[in-house]
């Protein structure tokens, strides 16, 4: 069982929005960065965001995160067909000195 | 081009090594952190270890799962990581991926990504 919780599932038509829950804990989430990765079946991660609401070059700003507390959001507007993926948050934790991962979700587009 | 290519996965038998390599090109190998990311078969992503470069310590960290049993190193005379993974469990396996940070300083938000080696552990 995954430290950072993620919903295992969301789904949402062409064109909708959508957000990706991470609850986490005061060590991880609210005193350190979130990133945020999608993941096609049989590649590899990609980096969405970075720093809780950065995006590296190259990233298109339909995707976006945000932070409050020990939980963060990534949100997906102008859904695609191309966003269904598996999509994973990240976070250092204080206290365990490790790299946390959620148990990722996967965006379904209806 | 930023390159991260690993070696070294293969099958191997529960209790036995195995010593992973992640070469790598295209950047300053000995300014930045290197991490290993593992997943297991239709699993989610899991944090293996991290080795900071020298300006930061050299120090590392590991995932609880993995303390005592593995351990990170780097050579960056030759940009070279590895990971030697010993006492092996089945639990173990998993695709084995190499990784490196969107920052110099930072230890994650990893932007980097080689194509992974697979690591079975069976008997």
């Known amino acids: 069982q995954s430290v950072l919780t993620q919903p295992p599932s969301v789904s949402a038509a062409p064109g909708q929005k959508v957000t990706i829950s991470c609850s986490g804990r005061?060590?991880?989430?609210?005193?350190?960065?979130v990133s945020w990765y999608q993941q096609f079946p049989g590649t590899v991660p990609k980096l969405l965001i970075y720093?809780?609401?950065k995006r590296p070059s190259g990233i298109p700003d339909r995707f976006s995160g945000s932070k409050s507390g020990t939980s963060a959001t990534l949100g997906i507007t102008g859904l695609q067909t191309g966003d269904e993926a598996d999509y994973y948050c990240?976070?250092?934790?204080?206290?365990?000195?490790?790299?946390?991962f959620g148990g990722g979700t996967k965006v379904t587009v209806l | 081009e930023v390159q991260v290519v690993e070696s070294g996965g293969g099958l191997v038998q529960p209790g036995r090594s195995l010593r992973l390599s992640c070469s790598t090109s295209?950047?300053?190998?000995?300014?930045?952190?290197m991490s290993w990311v593992r997943q297991a078969p239709g699993k989610g992503l899991e944090w293996v270890a991290i080795?900071?470069?020298?300006?930061?310590?050299?120090?590392?960290d590991y995932a609880a799962s993995v303390r005592g049993r593995f351990s990170i190193s780097r050579d960056d005379s030759n940009s070279i990581a590895y990971l030697q993974m010993d006492s092996l469990r089945t639990e173990d396996t998993a695709v084995y991926y190499c990784?490196?940070?969107?920052?110099?300083?930072?230890?994650?938000?990893?932007?980097?990504w080689g194509q992974g080696t697979d690591v079975t552990v069976s008997s």
């Open positions: 005061r060590s991880n989430i609210e005193f350190n960065y």
């Open positions: 990784s490196r940070g969107i920052l110099i300083e930072r230890s994650d938000a990893y932007q980097v």
């Open positions: 990240g976070s250092w934790d204080s206290n365990l000195s490790e790299v946390l």
């Open positions: 295209g950047f300053t190998f000995g300014d930045y952190a």
């Open positions: 080795v900071r470069s020298k300006r930061y310590g050299g120090t590392s």
């Open positions: 720093d809780n609401n």
